[in-house]
């Protein structure tokens, strides 16, 4: 899952730092979400989690 790797990383290094604490706690719980659900919704443009929707938006390419 590379590809899922350099997405989140490249998000962390240049949007992460502008999140609010809330955000940030959201980010944190979207990380706990299991790896194929992540994958899915940031890879696949599958529905993503409605918790989840505008988060996912800045992180897909």
């Known amino acids: 899952m590379r590809e899922l790797d ?12 502008s999140l609010t604490d809330a955000d940030k706690e959201i980010f944190s719980r979207f990380l706990e979400e ?3 659900h992540i994958a899915a919704w940031l890879l696949e443009d599958t529905e993503a989690d409605s918790r989840y929707a505008w988060l996912i938006e800045q992180i897909r390419p």
Do not use: A, G, I
Request: hydrophobic content about 35%.
């Open 6 to 17: 350099l997405l989140l990383e490249r998000f962390l290094e240049s949007r992460y730092d």
């Open 34 to 36: 299991p790896n194929e």
